[in-house]
């Protein structure tokens, strides 16, 4: 956030320090994990790929996945969380909220929380080591009674229309989180003005902080979203985990990640919660707890009796999670989830045949901005389906052959970006397919785990245990639920997160 030079706001700091946290955060950065359990881990590779279909445009480009899935969580409102949203409409609660975690950021005068300032001389040192010249630190946090002088200075200068696109009201700044940090470059020029964006260590720190768990707060073209001018020196952190889902997923502001706009009164709210049928035909949506759990269900639907398999999805990309639906008398149908709650009626978008397939269902394309499906008959040809206008599927292209006894999960496996095929065994092996974005496949196929067999449904699951994490969450025979955190192609975290769930269909 701009400002100028008060007594408390001290001028840019140009001292290069050494970075005393830069090797942590390029190692964690670089995808250093604790390890899931042995039944998870990787083996051996399969002996034959299923896929036989080689990339033929192995050379482009990856774009994150946008719209499948939705965001994560609900906005977070508790002031110490990495991920509170703070905004026009969110104040801090308590208003008057102080962190007690500040430290001097490298020795400029300018404090910050102490994980963010670690963090911080990470970026600083990476932007180095990148010849960009190098960064300066401008303004960090700022208390509720410092943020009225600076509103109020603001306020008698422009006037309240104009300050209110410039500077935050006290109590609704992100500088009183102590995540927010304004920065330059290191000699000094544009300083607090846009044409640090256009700078080499602008335009570096633009395509890299995520990687040091920041983001560039107030991007250009959303002040509408944001409620600020275009900042390209306002960072702020959020943790690698979600800066770097933000990132995968291409979501260019907090508030178009965290749900709460379109999705605040649809039927489901996030990808962290657990839809399930259960044998009456009740189709219960179980919210997802900030403990990594499931809390109790919420009816929000009947008469989902003879349903093959049902999935999850934003199928016509409108920001409202709908449900596709695999039902045993051979109809693949639509029922699209209402802004306000509730579904409207099914939408046939495939007929004839769909219960003898074995499907999953995601974003397989970077070509096509809407779900897809892909599947197999008996004669283990995978096809893919593309959902081209968010009706009706589109022909089938063929994508492999081989598939024969598997069970299909879509999930980014190598969180690039690219959804991958996450396929079962009949023996109990997990083996990965590297999609390559553009509804091929990329290099040889990995076993990720074995003694899959023991699991009845595999599902990806999006923020269980936090913002911008990833996960597979398994449903065992003896109904047992388990959730097997993602990483960068590796295992992260592994806990049991349910039990009891023997008689539930769960949706994908």
């Not at 990687?211 to 509408?224: A, Q």
């Not at 709650?341 to 046939?348: L, R, S, T």
Request: charged fraction near 15%; proline fraction near 5%; include cysteine.
């Amino acid at each position: 956030m701009r400002v100028l030079k008060h007594p408390f706001v001290h001028g840019n700091a140009r001292r290069r320090l050494a970075a005393c946290a830069a090797f942590l955060a390029m190692a964690v950065a670089g995808g250093v994990i604790t390890a899931a359990p042995a039944s998870a881990l990787p083996t051996t590779a399969p002996s034959a790929a299923a896929s036989t279909v080689a990339s033929t445009v192995a050379n482009k480009v990856a774009v994150p996945t946008t719209v499948n899935p939705l965001p994560s969580l609900d906005p977070i409102g508790n002031p110490a969380s990495f991920s509170v949203l703070v905004n026009k409409s969110r104040p801090l609660n308590p208003v008057s909220y102080a962190p007690n975690d500040l430290i001097n950021a490298r020795g400029s005068g300018q404090y910050m929380r102490a994980e963010a300032a670690a963090w911080l001389n990470g970026l600083f040192q990476g932007a180095a080591d990148a010849g960009t010249g190098g960064l300066s630190i401008v303004s960090g946090y700022r208390s509720y009674a410092q943020q009225q002088e600076v509103y109020a200075y603001y306020k008698d200068i422009y006037g309240e229309e104009i300050a209110d696109t410039i500077s935050a009201r006290p109590g609704y700044s992100e500088h009183q989180t102590g995540l927010a940090m304004d920065i330059g470059n290191a000699a000094g020029s544009c300083g607090l003005s846009t044409c640090f964006g256009d700078t080499a260590a602008g335009k570096w720190v633009a395509a890299n902080a995520h990687k040091y768990g920041f983001i560039v707060r107030y991007p250009n073209g959303y002040t509408g979203t944001t409620g600020y001018s275009y900042e390209p020196w306002h960072l702020r952190y959020v943790g690698v985990a979600l800066a770097t889902d933000m990132n995968r997923r291409g979501f260019p502001t907090l508030e178009h990640y965290f749900a709460g706009k379109p999705a605040a009164a649809a039927s489901i709210k996030s990808g962290a919660d657990l839809v399930a049928a259960d044998s009456s035909g009740r189709m219960l949506r179980y919210p997802a707890t900030a403990a990594g759990g499931y809390g109790a269900p919420v009816q929000i639907g009947s008469g989902w009796t003879g349903l093959k398999q049902g999935f999850v999805v934003d199928w016509d990309i409108d920001g409202v999670y709908d449900i596709l639906a695999q039902w045993n008398n051979g109809v693949l149908g639509v029922y699209r989830g209402l802004p306000d709650g509730g579904f409207a009626g099914q939408v046939v978008v495939g007929n004839g045949g769909w219960d003898r397939m074995t499907i999953t269902v995601g974003k397989w394309t970077h070509a096509h901005p809407r779900p897809g499906v892909v599947g197999y008959f008996s004669d283990g040809v995978l096809r893919y389906y593309p959902n081209t206008f968010g009706g009706a599927l589109s022909a089938p292209q063929v994508i492999g052959k081989g598939w024969n006894g598997m069970e299909l999960t879509m999930a980014d496996w190598e969180g690039d970006g690219a959804n991958d095929i996450l396929a079962r065994t009949a023996s109990g092996s997990l083996v990965n397919y590297r999609g390559d974005g553009w509804a091929g496949f990329f290099g040889p196929a990995t076993t990720v785990g074995t003694g899959w067999q023991y699991m009845r449904t595999l599902l990806p699951s999006f923020g269980l245990t936090g913002a911008g994490t990833r996960g597979i969450t398994a449903q065992t025979a003896d109904g047992n639920l388990y959730n097997y955190g993602l990483g960068r192609g590796s295992w992260t975290t592994y806990a049991q997160v349910g039990s009891g769930w023997n008689s539930l269909k769960l949706f994908k």
